[in-house]
C-alpha cells in the first residue's frame, strides 16, 4: 500500500512511525513532513490548505490511501476533492467534518442523536449572550462557534471577561460547566461501524499543578488506571455509536477519526467537545502500544470495511507523552534556537512537533518542539523513560511540565 499522510506536527511524525511498523505499507510519503518524519518517510514540500495540491500530489504517486492528520484540509473538503478522483481519504467529507468545525453543529448532532453533553445556549447578540452567561452562574464556559486554533474556548468565573470573549466572535455556544476529570476516547469510523481506541488524558494547562493558560497540550499517558473498566463500552454505545448512527441518517456520513472529549461528571459521563482527527498529543501517546497494523486499519475505514475487522490489538506498557515547548509557550514562543542532545532509545519516541533543519542544524520552528514518548510496564517507569529522554535534550529557554501522569502513577502504585 502507497500512503500519503497530510500534516508536520508531533502527531504526524508518530502516525508515520506506526505506518512504517505496518508490513503492508510499500511508500510512506508525507506533506510537508517535519525533519523528524523526513528520517522515516519522503517528505514533499506543498501547502496543504491547498486542495488541489494535496489531490496532484496523490495522483502523481499513484497513492492508495491518503490520511489526514490537521482538522484545516478537512474543513476545506480535502476528503471530498480525493474522493472525486477514486483515491481514499480516512478522513470526513467537508459536510461531517463540520462536527468539529462548528460548536453549534456539533450540539444539534448530539441532541438528535440523544448524546449525553452540557446544556447550551447558540447566542448570536449580547442579549443572549447575557441571558445564557445568567442561566447557568459562574464559571462561564464560552466557546467561539468556529475553528479557532485553540483559542476559542474560555473557562472563568469572571462574567465581563466572559462577555468579551463572546463578543470576539459572530456566533457563540455558552453552556453548563462540566465537573470532573477529562477523558480523550477515539473512535475509528468507516460511516457505518465504528472501533473505539483506549481512552487517553492529556494535559491541557501550561505549568505544574494545572496552572497557567491554556496551550494545545503538554502531555498525556495511557492507558488510565483509574478509569472505569467499562468506559470504552459505555462510549461506543452512548457517544461513538449514535454519533455515527446520526451523521449517516443526515446523509453526511462521518468517515474517520471522531474524538470524543468526555467529563466524566458526578452525574455521568458528557462529551465536551467532538473533533474530526486525531488529538495531539494523544496519538503519540497511543500509537506506541498499538499492535493492530494501522495502514490496514485506516484502509478498511475509508473503504468502509471495517465491520469485519474486528477488535484492535494493544501491548500491556503504559506510555507517557512528555512536550517540550519553546521558551514563552504558549502566550509569545520564540523559535529559530539550535537543539542538541536527541537519543532514542528502545523505550522511548522523541517525535518532532515543531523543528526546521537550518545548514543541517536542527532548530526550535514552534510552541511545542517535541512530544517524547517513554514506555514502561507501568506509568511509573513510563514517566521515567519520557523524563530521562527529555532531560537529555538541550533547548535555551525551553519548558516542560514534570507532573505528567505524577498523580495516576502514584494512584496506581497504591493499589
Ligand atoms: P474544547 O475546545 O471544547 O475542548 O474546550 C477546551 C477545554 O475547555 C476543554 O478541554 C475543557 O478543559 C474546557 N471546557 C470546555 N467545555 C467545558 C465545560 N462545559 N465545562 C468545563 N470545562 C470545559
Ligand atoms: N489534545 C487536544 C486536541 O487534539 O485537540
Redesign the pocket.
Known amino acids: 500500500m502507497k500512503v500519503l499522510l497530510i500534516g508536520s506536527g508531533g ?1 504526524e511524525h508518530a502516525l508515520a512511525a506506526a505506518l512504517n511498523r505496518d508490513t503492508s505499507l510499500e511508500e510512506l510519503h508525507v506533506a510537508p513532513g517535519n525533519p523528524g518524519i523526513a528520517e522515516i518517510a519522503s517528505c514533499h514540500a506543498i501547502d496543504i490548505d491547498e486542495n488541489k495540491e494535496i489531490v496532484e500530489l496523490a495522483i502523481k504517486l499513484a497513492i492508495d490511501l491518503v490520511v489526514v492528520g490537521p482538522e484545516k484540509p478537512l474543513v476545506n473538503g480535502v476528503a471530498d476533492a480525493l474522493t472525486k478522483v477514486g483515491i481514499a481519504c480516512f478522513g470526513p467529507s467537508k459536510a461531517a467534518a463540520q462536527i468539529e468545525g462548528s460548536k453549534d453543529f456539533a450540539k444539534q448532532v448530539m441532541r438528535d442523536a440523544g448524546v449525553p453533553t452540557a446544556k447550551s445556549f447558540t447566542c448570536n447578540s449580547r442579549n443572549e449572550i447575557e441571558k445564557a452567561l445568567d442561566t447557568f452562574g459562574a464559571p462561564y464556559v464560552v466557546k467561539h462557534d468556529g475553528l479557532a486554533a ?1 483559542k476559542g474556548v474560555v473557562v472563568t468565573d469572571d462574567r465581563d471577561l466572559a462577555i468579551e470573549h463572546a463578543l470576539q466572535a459572530d456566533q457563540v455556544v455558552i453552556e453548563e460547566f462540566l465537573d470532573g476529570p477529562e477523558v ?1 476516547l477515539f473512535g475509528i469510523s468507516d460511516g457505518t461501524t465504528v472501533i473505539p481506541m483506549q481512552p487517553a488524558q ?1 494535559f ?1 494547562r501550561a505549568f505544574d499543578g494545572d496552572l497557567g493558560p491554556n496551550t ?2 503538554m502531555g ?1 499517558y495511557s492507558p488510565l488506571p483509574w478509569a472505569p473498566d467499562e468506559i470504552m463500552a459505555e462510549t461506543l454505545d452512548q457517544v461513538l455509536n449514535p454519533t455515527i448512527k446520526e451523521m449517516a441518517a443526515r446523509g453526511t456520513p462521518f468517515v474517520g477519526l471522531l ?1 470524543a ?1 468526555l467529563a466524566l461528571t458526578s452525574r455521568g459521563t458528557k462529551v465536551i ?1 467532538f ?1 474530526a ?6 496519538t503519540e501517546v497511543l500509537l506506541p502500544r498499538l499492535k493492530t497494523p494501522l495502514a490496514q486499519l485506516l484502509f478498511a475505514a475509508a473503504t468502509k470495511n471495517l465491520a469485519t475487522f474486528g477488535e484492535l490489538e494493544w501491548s500491556d506498557d503504559s506510555a507517557v507523552t512528555v512536550v517540550l515547548a519553546s521558551e514563552g509557550y504558549p502566550t509569545n514562543p520564540k523559535v529559530g534556537e539550535a537543539i542538541t542532545g536527541i537519543q532514542t532509545n528502545s523505550n522511548s519516541f522523541v517525535f518532532h512537533a515543531g523543528t526546521q533543519l537550518r545548514d543541517g542544524v536542527l532548530h526550535s520552528a514552534g510552541g511545542r518542539v517535541f512530544a517524547i514518548t517513554g514506555l514502561g510496564s507501568d506509568l511509573t517507569q513510563a514517566r521515567d523513560a519520557a523524563y530521562r529522554t527529555i532531560s537529555r535534550i538541550s533547548l535555551p529557554g525551553s519548558h516542560y511540565r514534570s507532573d505528567i501522569a505524577l498523580n495516576a502513577s502514584v494512584a496506581e502504585k497504591g493499589n
Open positions: 502527531r485553540g480523550s492529556d491541557k494545545g497540550g498525556a474524538y472529549g467537545e473533533n482527527r486525531f488529538g495531539d498529543p494523544e
